[in-house]
């Protein structure tokens, strides 16, 4: 098997964490030996959302980093509840760009082999951790919208018309990617 590298981006409260173990959960029934990197902002000792500042994201693109470089060293297939672009992102909202941290998050970008998009598709919920606004929500989407286009990174982009099918998308996508024997379970 390939070693594979997939991240799930966008902005808060679209559905990153579903499809994730949604995918997961499918490429497991097909004997795939997987991690998952989970979302490192909730575990961020300093204010996130509105709030944020250069240290907290530091913290988190730091940490984000640290934890795919584990799970890839342990697992041959990594699911990444974001990438350090989406991560960046709140940061260039707060804080504007940082030379240093834009110059990693560009380099990082190169480590992931598959970068998948989830749009906004309906307002956040309340989860007690993430913002609720949504002009926020929208302005840290657009913001992804534009550093993808920028930074000319491809995604494969989801279509909110498609919601029912997103898991189905995101698991042909990558299934060629995969080198396994068994046949996909229905």
């Not at 490192?40 to 500042?53: F, K, Q, W």
Request: contains cysteine; hydrophobic residues 40%; negative net charge.
């Amino acid at each position: 098997m390939n070693e594979l590298k997939i991240g799930f981006i966008g902005t808060h409260g679209v559905g990153k964490t579903t499809l994730c173990y949604g995918l997961a959960s499918r490429l497991k029934a097909r004997d795939v030996v997987l991690d998952i990197v989970h979302e490192v902002a909730r575990r961020c000792p300093l204010p996130i959302n509105e709030r944020t500042s250069v240290a907290a994201q530091s913290w988190i693109l730091h940490t984000q980093i640290s934890d795919e470089l584990v799970a890839a060293a342990r697992h041959p297939v990594v699911i990444c509840d974001r990438s350090v672009l989406d991560n960046y992102v709140y940061l260039l909202l707060s804080g504007g760009r940082q030379a240093g941290l834009d110059a990693m998050v560009a380099w990082w970008l190169g480590t992931y082999d598959r970068l998948i998009y989830v749009p906004i598709v309906e307002a956040p919920h309340a989860d007690g951790m993430r913002s609720t606004d949504l002009a926020f929500q929208r302005a840290v989407d657009e913001r992804l919208l534009r550093e993808l286009d920028e930074r000319y990174v491809g995604a494969l982009r989801l279509q909110p018309s498609e919601r029912e099918r997103w898991l189905d998308i995101v698991e042909d996508e990558i299934r060629e990617r995969l080198q396994t024997r068994q046949l996909k379970l229905l």
